[in-house]
């Protein structure tokens, strides 16, 4: 059974970094592609970053620069670094694992995390 469990959301100042952590149970992790997604209130969920399981890295555009998407296979661990944190970046972070790529990017799996909230004050 797969499981997928983040952590280390909490309440940021604007200019604040924070780095969440994803962690996948089984092989699911290692062979496979990972993403992160955000939920802000009243918003669509939407894709932030993916990594391939080769480590290609994507990035939605208002977080280019700021965020970074890396993974370490043998913690079977996904890591979201985020820098120059804004109050839009407020939102419930979600992972998911395992989703495929095609030419749109990243789709997501069935493979989700309960989410972390991420909050920035201004």
């Known amino acids: 059974q797969v499981q997928v469990v983040e952590s280390g959301g909490g309440l940021v100042q604007a200019g604040g970094s924070l780095r969440l952590s994803c962690t996948a149970s089984?092989?699911?992790?290692?062979?496979?592609?990972m993403a992160w997604y955000r939920q802000a209130p009243g918003k669509q969920r939407e894709l932030v970053a993916s990594i391939t399981s080769a480590g290609s890295t994507n990035y939605e555009d208002s977080v280019k620069g700021r965020f970074t998407i890396s993974r370490d296979n043998a913690k079977k661990t996904v890591y979201l670094q985020m820098n120059s944190l804004k109050p839009e970046d407020t939102a419930v972070y979600y992972c998911n694992a395992g989703g495929p790529y095609y030419s749109s990017g990243y789709q997501p799996s069935r493979f989700w995390g309960q989410g972390t909230q991420v909050t920035v004050s201004s």
């Open positions: 089984g092989s699911i992790f290692r062979l496979n592609n």
